[in-house]
């Protein structure tokens, strides 16, 4: 079974553009998550979505949005993009929300750099 | 609100050595589940142990365990009989239960041969 994937793996945009990262779950996963990766904050939570409805949202700014499709892959979205926004961000799928013991399979990540 | 802290930034530890990894977190809820993720050097996460807080038994995988201190808010990672494969970036992480993980500072461990 094909694992969680992520795409581009690599980005590079200038302050006020904006991007749109991809992700396609494991077959058979329809929960999506997203974390932002940087080496001062850490690893943080962005959003998850479930059955293509966002069902919990961590603490970022508008600017950071996100979807899900029907088939459960996943988008994220980041606009006018800042300096602070560089960094890795991580989606991670699990079987089905509800309960916590899923376990979360993450992707390789896409690297975004904003000059 | 859920706080994970892993104490250690850095850890080093001889090949075929034991070694462990601290973790403390705080919450308020009683029904909880705890990780320990590895992300080596190529950056996919990937889960080594999983601990439910209803459970008094430790988990362990093959070389891998750990001591939970439910009372304490403790859940240390033991990694036995270092491998050089075990290098990488060791983060703790709880598991709320809107399903989000939280998780530490992360602890770069070095194997050394």
């Known amino acids: 079974k094909a694992g969680v994937t992520q795409t581009p793996r690599y980005l590079i945009k200038t302050r006020g553009q904006q991007v749109t990262l991809s992700c396609s779950p494991i077959?058979?996963?329809?929960?999506v998550s997203w974390y932002q990766q940087t080496p001062g904050q850490g690893l943080q939570f962005l959003f998850e979505?479930?059955?293509?409805?966002?069902?919990n949202k961590g603490n970022f700014p508008g600017r950071f949005s996100g979807r899900q499709f029907s088939n459960s892959r996943s988008e994220m979205n980041v606009s006018t993009l800042e300096l602070g926004d560089s960094a890795l961000y991580l989606c991670?799928?699990?079987?089905?929300?509800?309960?916590?013991?899923?376990?979360?399979?993450f992707g390789p990540g896409t690297r975004l750099t904003v000059l | 609100a859920q706080t994970v802290t892993q104490s250690q930034p850095e850890m080093s530890v001889q090949e075929a050595e034991t070694v462990t990894l601290s973790c403390t977190y705080d919450?308020?809820?009683?029904?909880?589940?705890l990780f320990w993720y590895k992300q080596p050097p190529s950056r996919q996460m990937i889960l080594v142990i999983r601990?439910?807080?209803?459970?008094?038994q430790n988990a362990t995988e093959n070389r891998f365990s750990v001591n939970f201190q439910k009372a304490a808010k403790s859940f240390s990672l033991k990694i036995s009989d270092s491998q050089l494969g075990d290098a990488a970036m060791y983060f703790c992480?709880?598991?709320?239960?809107?399903?989000?993980?939280?998780f530490g500072q992360g602890t770069r461990l070095t194997i050394n041969p």
């Open positions: 991670a799928s699990s079987r089905e929300g509800g309960t916590p013991y899923n376990e979360q399979f």
């Open positions: 077959s058979g996963h329809r929960s």
């Open positions: 979505y479930f059955s293509e409805t966002q069902r």
């Open positions: 919450t308020s809820e009683s029904d909880y589940y």
């Open positions: 601990q439910e807080a209803y459970k008094q």
């Open positions: 992480a709880y598991r709320t239960p809107a399903q989000k993980l939280v």
